[in-house]
C-alpha cells in the first residue's frame, strides 16, 4: 500500500515541477477527440517542444496546490489533458486554439502564463500574438527606420547640392 502512495507523491512531485518549470500550461478537455486527432495534436505540439500529458484530476489538484496556483483547481473536472511548455509561451496557445478551431470536441478551459492563472479569452488573445520571430522582425523594423531616414534625407541633400553645383 505505501508504495502505491509513494508513486502518487512522485506524480504530484513531477506535475508540482512541470508547473513550476513551464512558461506556458494549458488545461484542455479532450472528450469527443479520436485517437487520430488526438494523436495530430499530440504531434502538433511536440513539434513545437510541447509536453501534452494527461494526468489524474485529483493529482493534478494536489500539485495545484502546492505551487500555489489553487484557482486551476475548479477547471481540474472531467477528461482533461495538460501541455506544457518550458520554452515558448505563446506556441501551446497558438497550437491549441488553433486545433479548437477545427475540433470543437477540444475545449480550452484554463491556463498559466509565467506563473500567472489566466482565462480562455487571454489564451485566445496570446494565440493571436505574432510568434517571437515575427516580433522581432517588427522591432528590427522599427528601429531601422529612423537611420534608413537619415540615410534618405542626407541622399536628398547630397543630391540637391550636385544638381546646384551643376
Known amino acids: 500500500m505505501s508504495k502505491i502512495i509513494e508513486v502518487k507523491k512522485q506524480i504530484v512531485e513531477e506535475i508540482a515541477g512541470k508547473l513550476k518549470e513551464s512558461k506556458s500550461t494549458i488545461v484542455v478537455d479532450y472528450r469527443g477527440l479520436s485517437v487520430g486527432e488526438v494523436t495530430e495534436l499530440r504531434k502538433q505540439l511536440r513539434e513545437a517542444g510541447v509536453e501534452f500529458k494527461v494526468y489524474k484530476n485529483s493529482m493534478a489538484r494536489r500539485a495545484a496546490e502546492a505551487v ?10 472531467g477528461p482533461n489533458a495538460i501541455a506544457f511548455s518550458t520554452e515558448d509561451v505563446v506556441a ?12 470543437d470536441a477540444l475545449e480550452i478551459k484554463v491556463g498559466v502564463v509565467e506563473g500567472n492563472v489566466v482565462s480562455v479569452e487571454e489564451i485566445k488573445a496570446l494565440a493571436d500574438l505574432p510568434s517571437r520571430e ?8 522599427v528601429l531601422q527606420a529612423p537611420m534608413r531616414n537619415l540615410a534618405l534625407a542626407a541622399k536628398a541633400v547630397a543630391d540637391q547640392k550636385e544638381e546646384q553645383g551643376a
Do not use: C, Q, V, Y
Open 134 to 141: 515575427g516580433l522581432l522582425s517588427m522591432l528590427l523594423s
Open 68 to 77: 500555489e496556483l489553487a484557482e486551476l483547481n475548479d477547471s481540474l473536472t
Open 92 to 103: 501551446p496557445a497558438k497550437i491549441l486554439s488553433e486545433f479548437a478551431k477545427n475540433h
